[in-house]
């Protein structure tokens, strides 16, 4: 944002030099840029932060300079009086705009404020000298009185206007509408965009005329031709205007300043103060009247500032009348007071004002951040981590020591790319009028296609090893069956993928060690489950208890072929809520045992559809608390020896006793115990 200096000296009477202004306006978080000397003026370029859209214009920086320096703000009250005629005459008894106009407003929810003006008998010329010379500063064309004017009062008080040649309107009437689906529109940059539904236009009574809020028509600006001109302020809905701004690749002014907020209450004044320059530099005659299209303005609701906070936050005491004084400057009216605490409602052009702790803020910002010394002492609480935290940070730990990668993707997938894999709902993905990049519209239902994609992308760049993981969120609509009332539900899943070139055991294990780290007790089952992107006999399904936890497979030949996979890849994906909610909320340690262990190992001959992690669970249930730890070693079969579909479990446990150095004989009896609950689960028997 440039300001001009001689601008800004016009609404509040400055005694310092410029390099002393933008000092102090750098103190309380507007960061210069830049000063440039033209002519007897200074341009002086702003950064201001996209919460702080109140200083897009002259009046909101001069607004900040008044409370800094404890001086008097002053802008034209825009009184339109003295261009009203004394005593009109008889045919203009009932002359009103709404006998030359009318304004409908079809789409409140993309605009929700619009306020017309209509001026007759204007003469299109050049601009004054002192308003070129400040437009010029500011690096705003200077283009002509009546255009210049609204260009002015968007500088003045970052209200965006347009203003229209009202006998081009077609049926002289407005409609604000969305635009037609394929409806095309020429802007004033004589370029022709083709817009759709969820866009805002202002159309006559046959076309659009402007895209709100964004740029007005080529077929409707003002001219040298123009006599009668209609000037529009309105408040359109800020995400519609990113949104619209972002697909048509048009930015301009208003929709910089629409995309953050306006101020509310500046609409009618932007509007009289367009008009006022209007007849002043270009004549012409207000008609009487205005049309205002709109709710009233809700009243914003008050914040209660403790004083105590100031200290406690800070770590300094400001004087109770210095906070009323610097809050009453910012524009906050004071609702009550009393010795502990403040009552204000903040100013309409202060958005981000919503809550204690940014009146706090504001304190410091305007008291000053240099008076807060470094030594000053803030209590500090400590707080608990969040057990979700918590147990993200131990995922991030273990997936990493295993060898990948995190990954961060976008939520939103090509059609084909949903299509992939969608282990978790058969309901079909969610939809979006407006795709973040190209082809990709629909929220994705799992994060496994993501990172297989960002497996072939490193491979076609010669990064052969390539192992990724990533927790993100997931949406899962309910089956059209299930739904309620007949409408879609979505459930957002917090969830983990990862791809590995280490095959199913590697990622297996993964989980494994996921369940150890955070001391999860309940068994790990798995079930078949197939899937055409998984390899057969691969795909199968985790349960932590009797709850679902993932799934886990190998990416079969023919989708890696698809894909464009150069090397094997397994995959799992897993609900990290599941984890969450099993984790202890509290990790219990124990002293390590001073006394010796002993170490057995034992090969079974088992069914081959006995799973190692069902017979595991059996050896941990006989060793009980004697166990330390279980060891998978080898699986081997040999059909002419053991007999037909049967195999070999060979493993190793290590047991430990904490108050006692553990016998041989006590050993070979927990030995004893496994091996009988083994013949009597899994049909197993000892090898030998």
């Known amino acids: 944002m ?76 825009a009184d339109l009086s003295a261009f009203r005629p004394a005593e009109p005459r008889g045919e203009r008894v009932a002359d009103d705009v709404r006998h030359y106009t009318s304004v409908e407003v079809a789409c409140p929810d993309l605009c929700p404020r619009y306020v017309a003006r209509l001026i007759r008998g204007v003469r299109v010329g050049p601009s004054p000298a002192w308003m070129a010379v400040r437009l010029a500063t500011i690096g705003q064309p200077v283009i002509n009185n009546v255009v210049d004017a609204t260009n002015y009062v968007l500088m003045e008080c970052g209200q965006p206007l347009h203003a229209f040649d009202f006998q081009k309107l077609r049926g002289r009437r407005i409609l604000v509408r969305r635009a037609h689906p394929g409806e095309s529109f020429t802007a004033i940059n004589h370029q022709t965009y083709l817009l759709d539904s969820e866009m805002c236009v202002i159309a006559d009574a046959e076309r659009p005329v402007a895209i709100g809020g964004v740029m007005g028509g080529e077929e409707t600006e003002i001219t040298p031709q123009t006599t009668d001109v209609l000037i529009e302020a309105a408040q359109f809905a800020p995400l519609s205007i990113r949104a619209t701004a972002r697909k048509l690749k048009l930015h301009s002014p208003s929709s910089y300043r629409f995309e953050r907020g306006t101020d509310p209450e500046m609409v009618d004044w932007a509007s009289r103060r367009a008009c006022e320059l209007i007849l002043q530099h270009a004549g012409g005659e207000l008609v009487e009247g205005v049309i205002d299209v709109g709710p009233p303005r809700p009243r914003r609701p008050a ?64 008291h000053g ?88 992308l490193n491979e076609s760049l010669s990064n052969r090893q390539c192992d990724l993981f990533e927790t993100a969120t997931i949406y899962l ?88 996979l150069a090397r094997p890849a397994a995959v799992l994906e897993i609900a990290l809520g599941v984890l969450v909610a099993a984790a202890p909320g509290v990790t219990r340690y124990a002293p390590l045992s001073p006394y010796p262990p002993i170490d057995r190992e034992l090969n079974l001959i088992v069914p081959e559809s006995v799973r190692w992690a069902d017979l595991a669970q059996t050896v941990r249930q006989a060793c009980g608390t004697l166990l330390e730890r279980l060891e998978y070693l080898d699986t081997y079969r040999d059909p002419a020896k053991d007999g037909p579909q049967t195999k070999r479990l060979h493993f190793a446990f290590h047991l430990r006793a904490a108050d006692r150095t553990l016998t041989g004989p006590e050993a070979d009896a927990v030995r004893e115990a496994v091996v009988a609950a083994c013949q009597q689960q899994h049909q197993a028997r000892l090898l030998g």
């Open 477 to 564: 609509p309910s089956p059209p069956a299930t739904s309620a009332g007949g409408r879609m539900q979505v459930r957002e899943q917090w969830t983990l993928a990862a791809v590995s070139s280490g095959g199913f055991y590697h990622l297996k294990g993964v989980v494994e060690s996921l369940l150890d780290v955070l001391h999860i007790e309940r068994p790990l089952k798995v079930n078949d489950f197939p899937d055409p992107l998984l390899a057969a006999g691969t795909g199968c399904a985790l349960h932590l208890g009797e709850q679902l936890l993932g799934f886990l497979g190998e990416v079969a030949p023919t989708a890696m072929k698809e894909l464009g």
């Open 369 to 456: 951040y240099d008076k807060i010394p470094e030594d000053a002492v803030v209590p500090l609480a400590a707080a608990r981590r969040p057990q979700a935290d918590r147990v993200l940070a131990e995922v991030r730990r273990v997936l990493t020591a295993a060898g990948l990668n995190e990954a961060m993707t976008a939520s939103v997938v090509p059609e084909r790319s949903s299509e992939l894999f969608s282990p978790w709902t058969s309901a079909p993905p969610l939809a979006t009028q407006t795709p973040m990049l190209e082809g990709a519209d629909r929220l994705r239902r799992s994060l496994v296609p993501s990172l297989l994609e960002a497996r072939r």
């Open 303 to 366: 914040i209660t500032l403790r004083l105590e906070q100031i200290p406690r936050v800070l770590g300094i005491d400001v004087p109770v009348e210095k906070v009323r004084k610097l809050l009453v400057a910012l524009g906050c009216r004071e609702q009550s007071a009393t010795p502990g605490e403040i009552v204000t409602i903040p100013p309409s052009w202060r958005r981000d004002l919503e809550r204690e702790i940014d009146l706090v803020e504001e304190v410091a910002r305007l």
């Open 2 to 77: 440039i300001i001009s200096w001689n601008w800004l000296c016009e609404l509040v009477p400055l005694k310092v030099t410029p390099d002393e202004l933008v000092e102090r306006l750098m103190m309380a978080g507007l960061n210069h840029e830049g000063t440039e000397a033209l002519g007897n003026d200074f341009a002086i370029d702003l950064e201001i932060t996209s919460n702080r859209p109140d200083c897009l214009g002259h009046i909101g920086v001069a607004r900040e300079a008044a409370v800094l320096f404890d001086l008097p703000l002053r802008y034209s009250a």
